[in-house]
């Protein structure tokens, strides 16, 4: 009978043991609460949140974070990598350990969900073994991207009008157009013209005195995004000038002045015959009294 109460006894001394074991696990859990500006636009910053949960337990002795940025993002220079929240009195009363970080997007960042990996770890030290858990970061991708024609082109004035599209879902700032020295255009004059803004989906003219050929014009188009990056794209468009030769109107203006001028030589002419026959008459007449 006493051994059977010893070994109960004993059963329930290791009961204890185990749930004491078992309430002594240390148990964090992380995740990502916050992103602003949603989405993050790249070359610029995007601030984000992190909290983790459990911190309270005692079991715990504090916890330590660190982030890993990964490719598409920058961390700021007065962020420290790794955070740690020490044990003690400064968890009491606290279950959760709110994180902040500043990120950089770099410009090169694809569109879309950027991954960031967070390892962590029970105690106020990462330890050799922390656990790693990835979040996504949300982009924008700000590069623009356009359409442009040739628009119209008079070979009397010799000028050529580009007619430019923005066709992405970003608005644009100080967009310039840079024609450089190529076979198929001779531009005369500046090769650089100054748009302005440019909206999304919207689209603007630019003229340059100009002779083109017939074939492919490459055009240099500069731009300031959404986030005040500067950034630089080629385009190229093609002229065909039968589409611009014998039009209705186009040398309309030159044959009215050319008609004017033929009726003004037809007056004049006329004017000095009727002169001619006036004076001859007064000659006539004259000589007829005298007789």
């Given at each position: 009978?006493?051994?059977?109460?010893?070994?109960?006894?004993?059963?329930?001394?290791?009961a204890?043991?185990?749930?004491?074991l078992?309430s002594?696990?240390c148990t964090l859990?992380v995740?990502?609460?916050?992103?602003?500006?949603?989405?993050?636009?790249?070359?610029?910053?995007v601030?984000?949140l992190?909290?983790v949960?459990?911190?309270?337990?005692?079991?715990?002795?504090?916890a330590?974070f660190?982030?890993?940025p990964?490719y598409?993002?920058?961390?700021?220079?007065?962020?420290?990598k790794?955070?740690?929240l020490?044990?003690?009195?400064?968890?009491?009363?606290?279950?959760?350990?709110?994180?902040p970080?500043?990120?950089?997007?770099?410009?090169?960042a694809f569109?879309?969900?950027?991954e960031?990996?967070?390892?962590y770890?029970a105690?106020?030290?990462l330890?050799v073994s922390p656990?790693?858990?990835?979040?996504?970061?949300?982009?924008q991708d700000?590069?623009?991207?356009?359409?442009?024609?040739?628009?119209d082109?008079?070979?009397?004035t010799?000028?050529i009008?580009?007619?430019i599209?923005n066709?992405?879902?970003?608005d644009?700032?100080?967009?310039?157009?840079?024609?450089?020295?190529?076979?198929?255009?001779?531009?005369?004059?500046s090769?650089?013209?100054i748009?302005?803004d440019?909206?999304?989906q919207e689209y603007?003219?630019?003229?340059?005195?100009?002779?083109?050929?017939?074939?492919?014009?490459?055009?240099?188009?500069?731009?300031?995004?959404?986030?005040?990056?500067?950034?630089?794209?080629?385009k190229?468009?093609t002229?065909?000038?039968?589409?611009?030769?014998?039009?209705a109107g186009?040398?309309?203006?030159?044959?009215?002045?050319?008609w004017?001028?033929?009726?003004?030589i037809i007056?004049?002419?006329?004017?000095?015959?009727?002169?001619?026959?006036?004076?001859?008459?007064l000659?006539?007449?004259r000589r007829?009294?005298?007789?």
């Amino acid at each position: 009978m006493k051994k059977r109460g010893k070994l109960i006894l004993s059963s329930l001394f290791f009961a204890i043991f185990l749930i004491s074991l078992v309430s002594a696990v240390c148990t964090l859990e992380v995740s990502l609460v916050n992103q602003d500006p949603y989405p993050a636009v790249q070359g610029d910053t995007v601030r984000i949140l992190f909290q983790v949960s459990g911190v309270q337990d005692s079991s715990c002795n504090g916890a330590s974070f660190q982030l890993d940025p990964g490719y598409s993002f920058t961390l700021n220079s007065q962020d420290m990598k790794v955070r740690s929240l020490s044990g003690g009195t400064f968890t009491q009363g606290k279950s959760e350990w709110n994180i902040p970080y500043t990120l950089q997007v770099n410009r090169d960042a694809f569109d879309g969900d950027a991954e960031v990996t967070v390892l962590y770890s029970a105690g106020s030290t990462l330890s050799v073994s922390p656990i790693s858990k990835n979040f996504d970061i949300r982009i924008q991708d700000s590069h623009a991207d356009f359409e442009i024609d040739v628009k119209d082109y008079n070979p009397l004035t010799k000028i050529i009008t580009f007619e430019i599209s923005n066709i992405a879902n970003i608005d644009t700032t100080l967009l310039k157009l840079n024609i450089p020295e190529q076979e198929n255009i001779e531009i005369k004059g500046s090769n650089v013209n100054i748009v302005g803004d440019l909206d999304s989906q919207e689209y603007t003219t630019a003229d340059f005195e100009a002779t083109p050929k017939d074939g492919e014009i490459f055009i240099i188009i500069s731009y300031t995004d959404q986030a005040g990056v500067r950034r630089t794209i080629q385009k190229s468009t093609t002229y065909d000038s039968k589409y611009f030769e014998g039009r209705a109107g186009e040398n309309g203006g030159s044959s009215t002045v050319t008609w004017v001028i033929i009726l003004v030589i037809i007056g004049l002419i006329a004017f000095w015959f009727y002169r001619r026959h006036q004076k001859k008459k007064l000659i006539a007449e004259r000589r007829k009294h005298l007789k």
